[in-house]
T-cell receptor, first 112, second 115 residues
Framework: GEDVEQSLFLSVREGDSSVINCTYT??????LYWYKQEPGAGLQLLTY?????DMKQDQRLTVLLNKKDKHLSLRIADTQTGDSAIYFC????????????FGAGTRLFVKA | ETGVTQTPRHLVMGMTNKKSLKCEQH?????MYWYKQSAKKPLELMFV???????ENNSVPSRFSPECPNSSHLFLHLHTLQPEDSALYLC??????????????FGPGTRLTVL
């Protein structure tokens, strides 16, 4: 079936690195995404990775993809209080008409 | 207005009421989506419209009825809802559902409470 799983909560201290993990079940994923949701707002795309890549770096963000284990992670370096939000993992699956499957979101708490 | 807007932002309704949620996108996109967001559950896709045609109905109960009069507007008509339908309803849009790279742009959501 189509399933994306991620832990619900993560707490880190300001300045530390945060690592948010995600597993997915559909091996036909083309793109995998990380979305961020701040309080009172909708989701906003943070970064994405194409399924034939292992890693993507974008400033403080590093995405790692292990296709064999169907595992995706998002590392945020030097986490700031402004990074406190819910982070959603998602995968794009299908052919012709694509569907995006989202996880339940990981709520990141950043302690000052 | 820019991006994706949703009205109302908050809605409280009784189980016998009829109400509608409205979504509008100003991005020139051709695909629009309704999602249900409940605490601790995966974001749940409800309906998808691509070029005004409904392409996805994810086994949603008939008390939810979508309408897409054009590529910029999407409605969700609600009637005889249940308390478990209380949730945040998110609207999103993207360029084209047929694209494998499918970044979606979300509205801020309507917080629905069913009494």
């Amino acid at each position: 079936g189509e399933d994306v799983e991620q832990s619900l909560f993560l707490s880190v201290r300001e300045g530390d690195s945060s690592v948010i993990n995600c597993t997915y079940t559909d091996s036909s994923s083309t793109y995998l995404y990380w979305y961020k949701q701040e309080p009172g707002a909708g989701l906003q795309l943070l970064t994405y990775i194409f399924s034939n890549m292992d890693m993507k770096q974008d400033q403080r963000l590093t995405v790692l993809l292990n296709k064999k284990d169907k595992h995706l992670s998002l590392r945020i370096a030097d986490t700031q209080t402004g990074d406190s939000a819910i982070y959603f993992c998602a995968e794009s699956i299908g052919t012709g008409g694509f569907k995006t499957i989202f996880g339940a979101g990981t709520r990141l708490f950043v302690k000052a | 207005e820019t991006g994706v807007t949703q009205t109302p932002r908050h809605l409280v309704m009784g189980m016998t009421n009829k109400k509608s949620l409205k979504c509008e996108q100003h991005l020139g996109h051709n695909a629009m989506y309704w999602y249900k967001q409940s605490a601790k559950k995966p974001l749940e896709l409800m309906f998808v419209y691509n070029f005004k045609e409904q392409t996805e109905n994810n086994s949603v109960p008939s008390r939810f009825s979508p309408e897409c009069p054009n590529s910029s507007h999407l409605f969700l008509h609600l009637h005889t809802l249940q308390p478990e339908d209380s949730a945040l309803y998110l609207c999103a849009s993207s360029q084209d559902q047929r694209s494998s790279y499918n970044e979606q742009f979300f509205g801020p959501g309507t917080r629905l409470t069913v009494l």
